[in-house]
């Protein structure tokens, strides 16, 4: 017998992302000040959180049918404001390049906003021309920087190449035994051949149990 602490994370990073996926579909020209205001954050403390912010999205579940267009179809012809547009707006490369490997991210790449600028256009001219090259080089690259498998319908197996953080997720409508879910998530911890085929990967460095009820 054992025993260990979970720890629920819950950081500013982690609020912001969950605000960026509801605001995606919402978005204006303006709303790369106004998000921030919640948050008491400035421009400037953006860039800390480029690599936070690209972690707590990618450990999110995204709805079903989600872009980074918003919810809505990706064959957006309006001029709007994107998710893009606001990374590049923070400055945040890291951030702009993840959303490039999201359903949408392209089609953003060529949306021109409320101001007639595409993001590109904002990196251009608005004195990022290191963000401008990132992203011109980033294009084609479509891997989001992790691996995910579903194993069940309540229950995914997520890997994140960069931090080499193995994630369980399994979201639970009724009371549920957490013993069971450690059982699970060791079981496949453990069996080395499955990470191998199916998240290309041999021994993680870290692992986390996420439970959503």
Aim: with cysteine; aromatic share 6%.
């Amino acid at each position: 017998m054992g025993s260990d602490s979970v720890t629920y994370v819950d950081n500013m990073a982690c609020r912001l992302a969950r605000l960026l996926v509801t605001q995606a579909d919402r978005l204006t020209a303006s709303s790369h000040q106004t998000l921030l205001t919640p948050f008491a954050l400035t421009a400037g403390a953006l860039p800390a959180l480029d690599e936070e912010l690209v972690l707590a999205l990618t450990h999110l579940e995204l709805p079903l049918g989600w872009t980074v267009l918003g919810n809505s179809s990706l064959e957006v012809s309006l001029h709007r404001e994107s998710l893009l547009h606001l990374a590049v707006r923070w400055g945040l490369a890291k951030l702009s390049q993840f959303l490039l490997c999201l359903p949408g991210g392209i089609q953003a790449l060529a949306l021109p906003n409320e101001e007639g600028a595409t993001p590109l256009d904002l990196a251009l001219h608005g004195g990022c021309s290191k963000l401008f090259e990132d992203i011109t080089n980033f294009q084609g690259r479509r891997s989001p920087g992790f691996s995910r498998v579903q194993l069940s319908e309540d229950a995914s197996l997520r890997y994140i190449h960069s931090s080499e953080t193995l994630t369980l997720t399994l979201n639970h409508t009724a009371e549920h035994l957490l013993e069971a879910d450690i059982k699970l998530f060791r079981k496949y911890f453990w069996d080395r051949a499955f990470l191998l085929k199916r998240l290309r990967i041999r021994c993680p460095a870290d692992h986390r149990l996420e439970r959503r009820m």
